[in-house]
């Protein structure tokens, strides 16, 4: 049975600030992996996704890393701003269509 | 494009009551889930349908919670009698089809509180 872990649960980190919010998972079969972000009382925004095959994707300031053998993905966050204040998902998709989530990093960035 | 619609927002009900979840995917969109998030925790899907097929309902407590997508289009979830541990946000996602070359698109789901 997948499953996937996310560290640090919670981040508090003054704006400007790089920062680093880790994903594990235990099957390393997957077909993709996906990071989220979900505002308070909102659904799931997709920021980045990256295929088995590829080690990472970038998006402006968002880049996610894959290191799919050792089961690992990272998302960087540069310069991070107060909108960057949010709930980071980071989901795998193995067989079908089942993505199965992490519980998530709620990144708070204080001006 | 119009996003994945869900109503109601916000839903209050009582232990042993039902409820029932309303959810329109994008236009096209062949497959539709519904997810279940407990506060604190991750997503996690109750039921895949792909058009108006179930395609995994392997987590789903069938006992007490149906779903259906007649015409391969909207999609209801119902709860029927409700436990105090249902309470959590619905989550209803469409993509254009099944596999790993989809997008998902999310809508912002129904918070439901059982009392």
């Known amino acids: 049975k997948q499953e996937v872990t996310q560290i640090p649960a919670a981040l508090s980190v003054p704006e400007g600030e790089n920062l680093v919010l880790n994903c594990s998972f235990t099957?390393?079969?997957?077909?993709?992996l996906q990071w989220f972000r979900q505002d308070p009382g909102k659904g799931l925004t997709s920021l980045l996704l990256?295929?088995?095959?590829?080690r990472e994707q970038t998006s402006g300031r968002l880049n996610a890393s894959l290191d799919k053998s050792s089961g690992r993905s990272t998302l960087y966050i540069a310069a991070s701003q107060p909108g960057d204040s949010a709930t980071y998902l980071c989901?795998?998709?193995?067989?079908?269509?089942?993505?199965?989530f992490g519980e998530g990093t709620q990144l708070t960035v204080n001006p | 494009e119009a996003g994945v619609a869900q109503s109601p927002r916000y839903k209050i009900i009582e232990k042993r009551q039902s409820v029932a979840f309303w959810c329109n995917p994008i236009?096209?969109?062949?497959?539709l889930y519904w997810y279940q998030q407990i506060l604190g925790q991750g997503p996690k899907l109750l039921i895949q349908?792909?058009?108006?097929?179930?395609?995994?309902d392997s987590q789903l407590p069938k006992d007490r919670f149906s779903a259906e997508r007649l015409k391969g289009v909207d999609s209801t979830l119902k709860i029927q009698p409700a436990k105090l541990e249902d309470s959590a946000v619905y989550l209803c996602?469409?993509?254009?089809?099944?596999?790993?070359?989809?997008?998902?698109?999310f809508g912002s789901g129904t918070r439901l509180t059982v009392v």
């Open positions: 990256i295929q088995s095959s590829q």
């Open positions: 236009s096209g969109h062949a497959t």
């Open positions: 099957d390393s079969a997957i077909y993709n």
């Open positions: 996602a469409s993509s254009l089809g099944a596999g790993s070359n989809y997008g998902y698109t």
């Open positions: 989901a795998v998709q193995a067989s079908g269509s089942r993505l199965t």
């Open positions: 349908f792909q058009n108006n097929g179930v395609v995994d």
